[in-house]
């Protein structure tokens, strides 16, 4: 049962195109009105400055990934119904010269801040290239205690959004003498034998993770997201987790992964509650199912978007499912929750 039921939605992510609420042209209709939906894009990570490639020769668009985010805005808000946007991370790109960080970032966030209605962000390695958290956060509108970027909310009774902080422990964003930064550094050369920390040669299957440009989550943060699960659990929400690095390996490149992943995803596991793991980061986007039912989408970066195609959508969200709603280069994806009897 679960291999066919797996299978099934395997074949939508591989053969379902929409345009936004349209597949391959034909308008795509549910039986019942969604409880509601939200705005989503990642990876804007602007500058203005010439195209460039990626390490990997991969084209980017610094100057016209702003104008995707504006045409996302009008597109939401044209929508009129979508309760909240959620950024996931990497809004301005590390070769942002960094006499411009300060004015680039708040340049891409009045730009968000378009939208009509509540705007929530992530924060990204980009964004932490840029300005440092003391700064960046109050930016964002994140508020928390000691420059912390996790929190949740519940849009409705039924679901809670958790945001983790993926750079937690990291050893950008923070100050060099910072704990936090020491604790990283301490991992990094623990794992990965190169001089330069974001090089993963010699490094083998998801070991290739261990880089300068991933991070993890904190061992007070484990504490709050287990209690958070266990108050979701009480209230029988369904939780939704989002973070800027991804959490599954059939989802991402193991580059791109969170350092620490298995640890929040056996905790996670724990829980029922949790039925989609929402993150950016790997550029390409990817979808998978997890052991445990549990869906992982990483979304497509808006900065690979060549002149006049786009890289954003909106999720509609049920009792049953979440279904993405993508354009042009973000793929939609239908995802059904499995019901644990049948796992």
């Known amino acids: ?3 066919q039921w797996q299978s099934r939605v395997s074949n939508l992510w591989r053969v379902e195109t929409y345009t936004m609420g349209s597949a391959n042209g034909l308008t795509v209709t549910h039986r019942k009105q969604p409880l509601f939906s939200f705005g989503l894009i990642s990876d804007v990570q602007y500058a203005d400055i010439p195209d460039g490639r990626s390490f990997l020769g991969v084209p980017r668009y610094y100057r016209h990934s ?3 985010l504006q045409r996302a805005v009008k597109q939401w808000n044209t929508n009129q119904r979508h309760k909240f946007v959620i950024n996931f991370g990497d809004i301005v790109d590390g070769y942002c010269p960094k006499d411009q960080s300060l004015n680039t970032v708040k340049k891409v966030v009045d730009e968000f801040e378009m939208f009509k209605g509540p705007v929530y962000h992530l924060v990204g390695n980009h964004c932490l290239y840029n300005l440092p958290r003391n700064k960046l956060l109050p930016l964002l509108k994140i508020q928390s205690l000691e420059d912390q970027a996790y929190y949740d909310f519940s849009p409705v009774p039924e679901y809670r959004f958790v945001f983790l902080d993926g750079y937690d422990i990291s050893a950008i964003g923070w100050s ?4 936090k930064t020491l604790e990283a550094l301490k991992f990094l050369r623990e794992k990965n034998p190169n001089d330069d920390k974001n ?5 083998v299957g998801l070991d290739r993770r261990f880089l300068m440009f991933n991070g993890a989550v904190g061992k007070k943060q484990m504490e709050w997201l287990n209690g958070v699960l266990q108050e979701s659990t009480k209230l029988k929400q369904k939780v939704v987790v989002c973070c800027h690095l991804p959490l599954d ?4 490149s193991k580059e791109a992964l969170l350092w620490n992943y298995d640890e929040v995803m056996n905790l996670i596991h724990r829980y029922i509650c949790v039925k989609l793991c929402i993150s950016g980061h790997d550029h390409k986007g990817g979808y998978s199912i997890d052991s445990h039912g549990v869906h992982h989408r990483v979304l497509e970066a808006a900065l690979e978007c060549p002149s006049g195609t786009n890289a954003f959508g909106y999720a509609d969200v049920y009792d049953d499912r979440i279904s993405l709603y993508g354009t042009d280069r973000m793929q939609s994806t239908d995802m059904y929750f499995h019901p644990k009897a049948d796992l």
């Not at 060099?176 to 704990?179: L, R, S």
């Open 1 to 3: 049962m679960w291999k």
């Open 66 to 68: 702003i104008l995707v």
């Open 176 to 179: 060099q003498d910072h704990p």
């Open 199 to 203: 090089n993963p040669t010699s490094l």
């Open 249 to 252: 390996p059939g989802a991402s």
